[in-house]
């Protein structure tokens, strides 16, 4: 259990950008209670962006995500559990690989499919069993998307909903990737170099200056 309560390379639980966010948004007795806190914060006040520079690093460490003000959905994870460790509450992080049945059309063109592999969550040691939990799609998003948002309580596991408001199909889970102490990022980035090819590209083309309105994209584009 140490090494869920300890700082990682990407889980930085002790930086000092996030151990600030940790205390701002930690509230409540239990650590049950303090988890929710700090999932809602991590869920909406850090805005969901799939359009990032995917071979660097920093797209997945905790402490840019507060920095830059956004992440996907690995980031927002990896933040989740930053945060929790930084209030004592043993964390990790999981991944699946799920398919999109609402992809936009943009997000497909660039990404050349509808599957998202190593999707990321956290989990969280709470009142003695690993719960999970899905900060990725802040509230305005799902809201503009009419998608269910997804809420956590601390006692059962916050994943995708596989149908949105319309009944329409929505996530699948097709593959779990296990859970892990750091993001795996070797791995994770191996196989986005494999998969998305193109939105592999286009994060490094952005990046590299075409300014920011190339890296923040058009907002409809951004839900996946």
Request: aromatic share 10%.
């Amino acid at each position: 259990m140490k090494e869920y309560l300890q700082p990682a390379r990407y889980i930085d639980s002790d930086h000092p950008a996030v151990v600030a966010f940790s205390k701002k948004n930690s509230s409540g007795k239990t650590d049950r209670e303090r988890a929710v806190a700090l999932y809602y914060a991590v869920r909406d006040g850090i805005r969901y962006n799939p359009f990032l520079d995917f071979s660097t690093e920093d797209a997945f460490r905790a402490s840019h995500c507060i920095e830059a003000g956004e992440g996907f959905c690995v980031g927002k994870a990896a933040l989740l559990a930053a945060c929790a460790r930084a209030d004592g509450i043993p964390a990790r992080v999981g991944f699946a690989d799920v398919k999109n049945h609402l992809t936009t059309p943009a997000l497909r063109e660039r990404m050349g499919t509808d599957l998202f592999v190593y999707h990321g969550f956290t989990e969280l040691m709470l009142e003695g069993k690993w719960v999970k939990a899905t900060p990725a799609f802040n509230l305005e998003l799902c809201r503009r998307f009419r998608v269910k948002p997804l809420e956590f309580d601390g006692r059962e596991d916050s994943i995708f909903h596989p149908y949105d408001e319309a009944d329409r199909r929505h996530m699948e889970y097709v593959r779990d990737r296990g859970s892990h102490a750091d993001v795996p990022v070797a791995q994770i980035m191996q196989a986005f170099r494999e998969i998305y090819p193109v939105l592999v590209q286009a994060g490094r083309a952005a990046a590299g200056g075409a300014g920011n309105a190339a890296r923040a994209g058009d907002p409809e584009e951004r839900f996946g």
